[in-house]
């Protein structure tokens, strides 16, 4: 029996930086923005980097923490449970890679606030992240949605990845 993932790949115009997400996580994220009907709302994204360094590949997203601020036109994650679900996760040589938020019934275009805050989290040494990845969901989770992905290399402009494409892995 094969074991076939879908993944929604994204990456650099360069190619220097990408992400894979597999569609089982997409999911997972669909259903929180669901949940959170008009309301902003977020989550960390795990997982791993391949060897060449040059893709992320997200195998976790977190539930929205408990402690988060939200409104319909802003989002704080919090912190509670957090630490735990990276603790359990780091001993399989998954780490934290950035955050996904979801920005209701709009496009999905980052804010002051969300760049501020990704660059901020791409020099905080205790984060160990230094290139990480914001996943912003826009639209309607239940049906017409997009997904604008940036990563935020320390020290550089942020850069915009494009869908590259949904895989098909075994």
Known sequence: MSNIQEK???????GRFG?????KEMSTILKYCSEAKRQETGGILIGYYTD???????THVS???????????FFVRGIKGLQRLLNKLWQYKEY?????????????IPSERDHHQMLTFSCKDTLKCPEPVLLIIGGDPKSVWSAKVIVYPRGQSALEMIEVGKLTRT
């Open 8 to 14: 929604y790949q994204y990456s650099t115009p360069d």
């Open 19 to 23: 992400i894979e997400i597999l569609s």
């Open 52 to 58: 060449g360094y040059n893709m992320a590949v997200i």
């Open 63 to 73: 539930a929205p923490p408990i402690d988060s601020k939200c409104s319909t036109n």
């Open 96 to 108: 934290y890679l950035g955050e996904w938020h979801f920005h209701p019934y709009v496009a999905p």
